[in-house]
């Protein structure tokens, strides 16, 4: 019906019935007006539109429930005769007869209800189900609707059907040809990839052209989208396991994961029929063998890698001619791929490539020559000499390399040093090759001596067994002879004496090892009865075989061992008893060029250093920053190794600091310092070393007063260096003082270093002054002092707290404020010291909670404190009465009133020496407790 | 933060006292602004460290749980949170708003001079006695740093850190400044010992005291000397030191009670503000005005320039 007027125009499509041609002169019908198209019923009546239900019309007797009768209720029966005959009523009998037809809402006639029909006819529903299938986790779960196939067509599709409209077309005007493939528009963008040209489906648009002009087509079937929603929470795309691969093992198919169309699903019941008889059933690797089963070749069949693409590449056709057994015009279709011009538009300024981009050339490999045999053979080597230069230029002649002038080497004759040596570099010290460099000169020069006379006679020992062999004379027919030879112009080539020297294969049998070493020289002298020379006339023959075997294989093994050995090995880079350190590779270096650069001011490219530095890669994400060396794996400065002594690297200044006491106790070494002996020394006093002596120079004038006679100290103009080589200078002073040790005790490095090393930071928690007091062992005399002088502080704080701020002068604060010297750790006080802090109420305010903790500290220190005092007496008195007097000059300035304080604290001060260390402590704990 | 009205006058020098904070926290340690100006963080010798408006003078919170005196702290650029470091070897990481601990970092050897965050806040760099720098991720669960900067020769005395590098200045006389994203260290020899080190605001110089009692104004790229100012006394103790807000003038600490004004081109001394009796030991300065946060003893001071008329800041 549709399309019939094709001539006439073929894109007018029309539906339905063309009504009926009007005959000559009638009029036109008027049209029903609309309160006159009314419905009846079949019995003629009216029917009323009363709803939505069973067509909207209807119901019931004129529109009542009731009926022609009226509404009369069933009369009384009597239910003793015709109990029986009771009938349910069911809701039938409440319904018209309207309902119970064929459009009612209970049609009487079969059908067929949609809980059993299956829509297998239905090709488009399938063609969706069957795409849904096919990514769904059980592929193919629609077997079962397929094998039951209870027809029932939708009133679509007959209409359809009755239209013309055939299965397996698509809807639409029939056409007359296929339309032509759309040739890409030059004007239109095309984004993404370009449309392959279609390999395919080219011969069937030439076949178009021999078609009939008066035939038609119906358009082709358009696969429906399938709109199923993804319900699950499998990956996209995910496809589950495939039963046809699962139950029928059809694994040597080729899998496409990308395109499984509906022709692949098409099959889906042929791939059961035409399976080869295989018993279906799970059958795999958990299940094993079973006894019924003849084979066993599947059970690993899985997927491999190799069955999938691993290039995205169009579509198989689907007949199966692709890929390199296609026949011809396939492949000469894909060639022409690659002539397919740029689609996209081009940019001003720019055009095509008339030529294609040349491609990388491949070179093939150098050809071998015909006669060439992939197996290396070794030539002799034979040893450069007078005597053998012939039979040396003979060997090279038939390598057919010329023959080179004996003065001057192959380049793969030289080793290391001589290579070494004519580039021009001084040989590594302390990294011998061999042991003959550990020889002295006189030895060397024997050994050359021996090594020409043993080579002299190599040669005619050979000479003559070659001889001996030439003329057939069995006069020595030991097994041993020829080994013997062998091994013996193997030896006579190098270093037999160290060889002899350093390996004592028989070292149990002193007997056997003396025989074996005579051997050895007898066998560098050249003599031919070596063995025989040094054997033992009492044993018996066998054993003299035996023996003579195994000297020359010991001869011959530790040949080999030796030179395998060294190999391997190298020599240790560091000497335990060198006093080299290693540094990193980029060190700081040039100090002193530096500090004169920094006197004069020149900033710039003196003072600086630039080194190579690898920032971690994860610090480079976390500062958004591209890692500078993405290849590198190092971190930091590239360096070589320097970890040896790292714990002394950064501990220098501890071992400065501990110099004093030590010096204190050696007492060789005149003490030059002067006032403020209660600090110790770090380096950040630089303006008071450079008044006074480095600490470090001490150290030096120590550590040389400790090895030999003292010497004058190290000019005050090193100091700044030093303290750069302090690193290598405690290195050496460790070694001192392994040296030393004997010495006593003054000597080790001080309690400090390894407090500070190993100490927890709840150490320093319960940082009192006692604490401090109490950890420092060498230092005790300066702590102590400051010790004292702070109690006496402290009983000024009490008595005058308010009146301090004027007592004291400002601008000078460090003599000044003695507590803040409680408050600085002692023992790291490495940097520049933190600011003294003087801010009596809040700290008083502050500080009362911690009484009771602090306490129990001082009680736990007691002992060790009053063990130490006494040690430290004698000491402790020397300086304190140099301190007094500072104390003095100080407290003349302040008022009279504090100078009755002061004096007070002086005659303390004065009294302490002397002092029990009870009353010490009492005092101590009187003191109003200072954090820190 | 708008861009900053061109003033037709010259540059105030914060002056005028405007408020003094009592912190109640033992000595002061440092003083620090946060990324915006608006508050202040102490570091107390009692273990805490608070949090205060310094302008109206009030105190917003206050952080426990180091184990000993704090000597650093800095604010994170979102303002959510702080990181610190002190006597305890300990680098804590506190959230503002609760007052917790989110993270504490061990792993110096010595006690931390000196933390920083990096811009995302995501790394704290820390430089400690130790003579090491380390980083550590702030991201991450891991205890270990990310890298440890451990070139210094001495004590770390102060780490500042831009978009890509890390400037570090240590007792042994050297400022290394780590470029990350060009891979290299660059190490300034200045002999005497660095107290303080900080980027201009330009990011083209870098303002280095040391123990010499002098400051030094080098060029980032190459390490000349641009300028050099003196005047004030710095020789023991670890005083910082600044930039003002447009790069005008450098201001430093000194032991004499008084914090000192140079003008930069010139170094001429501008000014030398007396603050008390003690030492000037930390400063602060604001990063868009001219205010300036003094620590001396146990107090803090906030300055402004002299036209400033008290306002209702934020907050």
Redesign the interface.
């Known amino acids: 019906m549709a399309a019939q007027d094709s001539d006439s125009d073929e894109d007018l499509v029309s539906y339905g019935t063309g009504l009926e041609p009007l005959e000559e002169g009638e009029r036109p019908k008027k049209p029903i007006p609309l309160q006159d198209q009314t419905v009846r019923d079949e019995k003629g009546r009216y029917k009323r539109f009363h709803g939505a239900f069973s067509g909207g019309f209807s119901a019931g007797y004129f529109n009542t429930v009731g009926s022609k009768e009226g509404w009369t209720p069933s009369s009384f029966v009597s239910s003793r005769q015709n109990r029986a005959d009771r009938s349910v009523l069911g809701p039938e009998d409440f319904m018209d007869e309207e309902d119970l037809s064929e459009f009612g809402i209970a049609p009487k006639a079969i059908v067929t209800t949609d809980d059993f029909a299956s829509k297998t006819k239905d090709r488009i529903r399938e063609k969706a189900r069957q795409l849904a299938a096919a990514t769904a986790p059980i592929p193919g779960a629609t077997l079962l609707d397929d094998l039951i196939t209870p027809a029932k067509l939708s009133v679509g599709f007959e209409l359809l059907r009755k239209m013309g409209w055939k299965e397996g077309q698509g809807i639409g005007p029939r056409v007359k040809r296929r339309p032509r493939r759309q040739k890409p528009d030059p004007g239109l963008k095309v984004y993404g990839c370009a449309l392959p040209p279609g390999g395919s489906e080219g011969s069937e648009d030439e076949d178009d052209d021999y078609l009939p002009e008066n035939v038609t087509f119906a358009p082709k079937d358009v696969t429906p989208v399938d709109f199923t929603p993804k319900d699950n929470v499998h990956g996209l795309a995910y496809k589950g396991l495939d039963p046809r691969q699962a139950l029928f093992g059809t694994s040597g198919e080729h899998f496409n994961l990308f395109g499984e169309g509906p022709e692949g699903a098409s099959n889906l019941l042929g791939d059961i029929g035409v399976n080869k008889g295989r018993k279906l059933g799970i059958s795999g690797q958990a299940f094993g063998v079973g006894a019924l089963e003849e084979e066993d070749d599947d059970i690993y069949a899985t997927e491999t890698l190799s069955k999938y693409d691993t290039v995205l590449k169009d579509e198989e056709p689907g007949d199966g001619l692709y890929g390199w057994t296609a026949p011809r015009q396939y492949k000469s279709q894909k060639e022409s791929e690659k002539d397919l011009r740029y689609v996209g538009k081009i940019l001003d300024g720019f055009s095509l490539a008339s030529k294609p981009l040349s491609s990388k050339k491949i070179y093939p490999p150098p050809e071998l020559p015909r006669d060439y045999r992939p197996v290396h053979y070794f030539r002799p080597v034979v040893a450069a000499s007078s005597e053998n230069s012939h039979l040396l230029q003979v060997l090279s002649e038939s390598a057919g390399k010329p023959m080179h002038d004996p003065g001057t080497h192959s380049r793969h004759q030289l080793n290391a040093s001589k290579r070494g040596e004519l580039l021009g570099e001084t040989p590594i010290k302390g990294s011998a090759t061999s042991v003959l460099e550990f020889l002295s000169q006189k030895d060397k020069e024997r050994i050359k001596e021996m090594k020409q006379a043993t080579d002299l006679k190599a040669a005619q020992v050979k000479a003559r067994s070659l001889a001996q062999h030439a003329s057939g004379s069995r006069a020595q027919p030991l097994p041993a002879d020829v080994g013997h030879c062998s091994w013996h112009v193997a030896l006579s080539g190098g270093t037999a004496t160290t060889r002899a020297s350093s390996f004592k294969p028989f070292a149990k049998d002193p007997e056997k090892q003396k025989r074996y070493e005579e051997f050895l020289v007898n066998m560098k002298r050249g003599r031919k009865d070596a063995v025989e020379q040094c054997l033992d006339p009492s044993m018996t023959e066998w054993e003299r075989g035996r023996e003579r075997d195994e000297f020359s294989r010991a001869a011959l093994l530790y040949v080999s061992s030796h030179s395998t050995l060294s190999s391997r090995f190298t020599h240790a880079k560091e000497e335990d008893d060198s006093d080299q350190v290693e540094v990193p590779r980029d060190q700081?270096n040039d100090?002193s060029d530096?500090?004169s650069?920094?006197k004069m001011?020149?900033?710039?490219?003196l003072?600086?250093?630039?080194?190579?530095?690898?920032?971690?890669k994860?610090?480079?994400k976390?500062?958004?920053?591209?890692?500078?060396?993405p290849d590198s794996t190092l971190?930091?400065?590239p360096r070589v190794k320097r970890d040896k002594y790292s714990v002394f690297?950064?501990l220098t200044?501890q071992e400065t600091a501990s110099l004093p006491p030590a010096q204190g106790s050696s007492e060789k070494v005149p003490q030059p310092r002067a006032p403020d002996k209660s600090r110790k020394p770090s380096?950040?006093?630089?303006?008071k070393q450079e008044k006074k002596e480095d600490s470090i120079s001490e150290f030096l004038s120590l550590a040389r007063s400790k090895v030999g006679p003292p010497k004058q100290e190290s000019s005050p103009s090193v100091k700044?260096e030093e303290?750069?080589v302090t690193?290598s200078l405690s290195d050496e002073m460790v070694n001192k003082e392994v040296d030393s040790q004997p010495e006593g005790e003054g000597s080790r490095p001080s309690m400090d270093l390894f407090k500070a090393?190993f100490a927890s930071?709840?150490d320093?928690?319960s940082?009192s002054s006692e604490d401090e007091q109490g950890d420092s062992e060498d230092d005790q005399a300066g702590v102590r002092e400051a010790d004292f002088k702070s109690s006496q502080e402290t009983d000024l704080v009490e008595t005058s707290s308010a009146a301090h701020?004027s007592k004291l002068p400002?601008?000078d604060?460090?003599p000044s404020f003695p507590i803040q010297k409680m408050?600085i750790?002692q023992r790291?006080e490495?940097?520049?010291?933190?600011?003294?802090?003087?801010?009596p109420n809040?700290?008083q305010?502050?500080e009362t909670p911690q009484k009771e903790k602090h306490k129990k500290n001082k009680e736990k220190h007691k002992a060790k404190k009053e063990h130490r005092r006494r040690k430290e007496k004698k000491k402790k008195h020397r300086k304190h009465k140099h301190k007094g007097k500072q104390k003095n000059k100080k407290s003349e300035k302040s008022s009279s009133s504090e100078s009755t304080d002061s004096s007070d604290s002086q005659s303390d001060d004065e009294g302490t020496a002397d002092l029990s260390p009870q009353e010490l402590l009492r005092r101590l704990k009187r003191l109003p407790l200072r954090?820190? | 933060m708008a861009f900053p009205e061109p003033k037709p006058r010259g540059p105030e020098l914060p002056q005028k006292r405007l408020k003094t904070l009592?912190?109640?926290?033992?000595?002061?340690?440092a003083v620090r602004f946060n990324v915006d100006g608006n508050y202040c963080l102490t570091c107390g010798?009692?273990k805490t460290l608070k949090l205060w408006n310094p302008l109206r003078g009030t105190l917003l919170r206050t952080y426990s749980g180091h184990?000993?005196?704090v000597?650093d702290a800095a604010g994170s650029f979102d303002n959510s949170s702080l990181c610190s470091g002190g006597?305890?070897?300990?680098v804590v990481l506190w959230d503002v708003a609760s007052g917790q601990v989110v993270r504490k970092f061990r792993g110096h050897?010595?006690?931390v001079?000196t933390v920083q965050f990096?811009?995302?806040a995501?790394?704290i760099l820390s430089g400690s006695?130790?003579?090491s720098i380390r980083?550590w991720?702030c991201?991450s669960r891991r205890p270990e740093p990310?890298?440890?900067?451990?070139?210094a020769?001495?004590?770390v005395?102060s780490v500042k850190v831009s978009?890509?590098e890390v400037l570090a200045g240590s007792?042994?006389g050297?400022v290394r400044r780590?470029?990350?994203?060009?891979?290299?260290?660059?190490?300034?020899?200045?002999?005497?010992?660095i107290?303080c080190t900080c980027f201009s605001r330009d990011g083209q110089c870098t303002l280095v005291s040391s123990?010499?009692s002098t400051l030094?104004l080098?060029?980032k790229d190459?390490?000349?000397?641009l300028g050099?100012y003196t005047g004030h006394k710095n020789?023991?103790?670890?005083?910082d030191c600044c930039l003002s807000e447009r790069d005008t003038h450098v201001v430093s600490c000194s032991?004499?009670?008084k914090v000192f004004f140079w003008d930069l081109v010139e170094g001429a001394l501008a000014l030398a503000l007396p603050v008390g009796?003690?030492?000037?030991?930390s400063l602060a300065y604001h990063p868009t005005e001219p205010c300036l946060l003094t620590a001396m003893?146990?107090?803090v001071q906030c300055w402004r320039e002299e036209a400033y008329e008290a306002e209702d800041g934020p907050g």
């Open positions: 700081e100090v530096k500090q650069a920094v001011k020149m900033f710039g490219t003072t600086r250093d630039t080194f190579e530095w690898h920032p971690d994860l610090l480079c976390r500062f958004n920053v591209p890692d500078p060396y971190v930091g400065l690297n950064f200044l380096r950040w006093d630089t303006s700044k303290e750069h690193e090393i930071s709840s320093e928690k940082s701020d400002p601008q604060p460090a408050q750790d790291e490495f940097g520049p010291r933190l600011p003294p802090v003087f801010c809040a700290r305010k502050l954090r820190q | 009592d912190c109640g926290q033992g000595a002061v340690r010798g009692d184990g000993y005196e000597l006597g305890d070897k300990a050897a010595g006690k001079n990096n811009e995302e995501t790394v006695i130790d003579s980083c991720d991201r990310v890298q440890t900067l451990d070139e020769r001495d004590g005395s978009d890509h007792v042994d050297r780590y470029d990350l994203r060009k891979g290299q260290l660059f190490s300034d020899y200045v002999g005497s010992p107290t123990l010499d030094r080098l060029d190459t390490g000349e000397l050099e020789r023991e103790y670890k005083l032991e004499d009670g009796p003690g030492v000037v030991q003893g146990g107090s």
